[in-house]
């Protein structure tokens, strides 16, 4: 999701408390900008934040992290921040870097409606690729948990295949999250409009 230039939204993240700029700075000591050593989970691709504005708002004992790789897309999560969510911060970077941002520190990564890069030659590009997985290793605290939601099918098979091949367990699956269990579900932007179009939401956790 590329949005075309937004007017001014250079300024509008340099200005915003809520991003946090010297994300390298804060390797390992995450829970420093927090003040508490409540979990951490991160969204990757987190697009126009709806899904982790409504988390930190319903969870406030966990601090999310909303990762994005455009100016022109998180600047559009900014404008929704309209009141402080003191467990909440956005960082506006490209998630090849990961690795070099988080030490042993993250318990969850959400991957939401993931770009599906559907070429071959793609397939590294993948947020669910070996090679993705391979850079997540070293983020998390201890148990590795990884939650995705999707409406390409393709993905989702690409992504079971990863997890397996990398020794994830599948704690929990869903081939139709609407007529599963949605009780605790927080939509994303992708997810309102493929559940609208009637289109199954696929879900996966898995833990290591
Ligand atoms: C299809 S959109 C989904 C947005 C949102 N998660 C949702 O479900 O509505 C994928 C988002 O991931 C971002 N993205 C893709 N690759 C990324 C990367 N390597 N690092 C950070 N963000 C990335 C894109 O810019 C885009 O905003």
Redesign the pocket.
């Known amino acids: 999701?590329?949005l075309r230039n937004v007017k001014g939204a250079s300024t509008i993240i340099e200005n915003c408390p809520f991003i946090i700029k010297d994300y390298k700075e804060y390797k390992g000591k995450y829970k420093t900008i927090f003040n508490n050593n409540n979990p951490i989970h991160i969204?990757?691709?987190?697009?126009?934040g709806?899904?982790i504005i409504g988390m930190a708002k319903k969870y406030p004992e966990i601090n999310f992290i909303g990762?994005?790789?455009?100016d022109s897309?998180i600047v559009r999560a900014i404008e929704k921040l309209d009141e402080e969510i003191p467990n909440l911060r956005l960082i506006r970077?490209?998630?090849?870097e990961i690795e070099e941002v988080f030490d042993k520190e993250v318990d969850t990564i959400y991957l939401?409606?993931?770009?599906p890069w559907p070429k071959n030659r793609h397939s590294d590009?993948r947020?669910t690729s070996l090679k993705f997985l391979k850079r997540y290793d070293s983020l998390f605290k201890n148990e590795k948990t990884i939650i995705m939601?999707t409406d390409n099918r393709k993905l989702f098979e690409f992504s079971l295949i990863e997890f397996n091949n990398y020794n994830y367990k599948f704690e929990e699956i869903s081939l139709d999250l609407y007529k599963d269990d949605i009780k605790d579900n927080v939509q994303?932007?992708?997810?309102r409009r493929f559940h609208e179009l009637g289109f199954p939401i696929y879900k996966i956790i898995v833990k290591k």
């Open positions: 999701m590329r969204e990757i691709g987190m697009g126009k709806d899904f990762i994005e790789k455009f897309v970077m490209d998630a090849t939401n409606f993931s770009d590009r947020l939601k994303t932007e992708y997810e």
